[in-house]
């Protein structure tokens, strides 16, 4: 019984890291997965919008009920994925702070060397910080 | 189709085209992260110094001032061979600046290497390129939207900085094929790294 809930745990365990460390689709994972799901419903709803400026995803969103449903689950997964990129990119330099300070001293923050920084570091960075760098997709 | 050529290795000037064959979703878009990135990182030390402004003034004046058949107008007033560039195919719908559903992912493959840390500190303009079909005037303005929309999807739905991305139109004043001005190849858009976020 005993070893039964250990590997219960274990899994447990394994599965939550893995999901942990799923990372955020690449934006060009991201494109195409918007054109292959919903290429035909962008044609025949979305003709007259364009992709910036959430028009596309609000128009989709408008036709949810219309569009195929591989096309749905495919752009809410888009969606929420640019989501958490863009809140991992806007976050990093708050849950990094305190291992910038130890493993980054004196690079000029503000452009990417303090990035390329915590990125080499990220073996020994906390795991927020680390998880962040993940989800920025900066790895 | 995919192909990429390294012109003279003083100019270091990566040049990526990619096409984009119609055919809906099976369209490919195989340029590789590395491939943009280093098209985009490799500055040269004689680059000329250039503004948003000042390209599409010298777009505006090769327009207005040279005319007679493209392939013998004289070249853009600015060297823009000499800057880290790459060139990308984006498919629009026809006399629009709807970017359509197969080029997302080439779009997105640029968002990518924008966001490489090691291009994180870098500005950047965009140029739209049309063959000469049309009217030099339409083709510097269909162009001009057609940057602008690379650049919006770039700024909002890829979330690149907007403090590092401009847009300009350079309509058939720069012209891939000037002895093939309708050659398709000319329409293009390209990527030009211009230096120093500050």
């Known amino acids: ?139 | 189709m995919t192909w990429f050529a390294v012109r003279g290795a003083s100019l270091a000037a990566l040049v990526l085209c990619l096409t984009a064959i119609g055919g809906g979703a099976s369209a490919q878009t195989d340029l590789s992260n590395a491939q943009i990135v280093q098209g985009l990182q490799n500055l040269t030390q004689d680059a000329p110094a250039v503004t948003a402004a000042s390209l599409r003034q010298a777009a505006l004046d090769r327009a207005t001032m040279h005319s007679g058949p493209a392939s013998q107008r004289p070249p853009l007033a600015i060297q823009l061979d000499k800057l880290a560039q790459i060139n990308v195919q984006i498919q629009f719908k026809l006399n629009s600046a709807i970017i359509l559903p197969e080029s997302y992912a080439t779009i997105g493959s640029v968002a990518d290497a924008l966001h490489n840390p090691v291009l994180l500190g870098y500005k950047f303009i965009i140029t739209g390129n049309t063959d000469t079909t049309g009217t030099r005037q339409t083709n510097l303005k269909l162009s001009q939207e057609r940057a602008d929309a690379v650049m919006e999807a770039l700024t909002t739905t890829f979330n690149v900085n907007p403090a590092r991305l401009e847009a300009v139109g350079l309509g058939e004043e720069a012209l891939l094929d000037s002895k093939n001005s309708e050659n398709p190849i000319n329409r293009r858009v390209q990527i030009f790294n211009v230096g120093p976020l500050r």
Request: hydrophobic share 45%.
């Open chain 1, 1 to 139: 019984m005993k070893m039964h809930s250990w590997i219960a745990v274990a899994g447990a365990l394994a599965l939550a890291s893995t999901s942990a460390q799923a990372q955020t689709m690449s934006y060009r994972e991201a494109g195409a997965l918007l054109a292959k799901s919903c290429g035909p419903d962008i044609r025949k709803y979305c003709g007259t919008v364009n992709l910036g400026s959430g028009k596309l995803i609000g128009c989709l969103d408008t036709n949810a009920g219309k569009v195929a449903a591989k096309c749905k689950t495919d752009f809410v997964a888009v969606k929420a994925s640019l989501a958490k990129r863009a809140m991992a990119q806007q976050a990093i330099f708050k849950l990094c702070n305190a291992d910038a300070a130890r493993f980054c001293q004196g690079i000029v923050p503000g452009d990417g060397n303090l990035i390329s920084c915590l990125v080499e570091a990220s073996k020994a960075v906390s795991k927020p910080c680390n998880q962040t760098i993940t989800d920025a997709g900066w790895r």
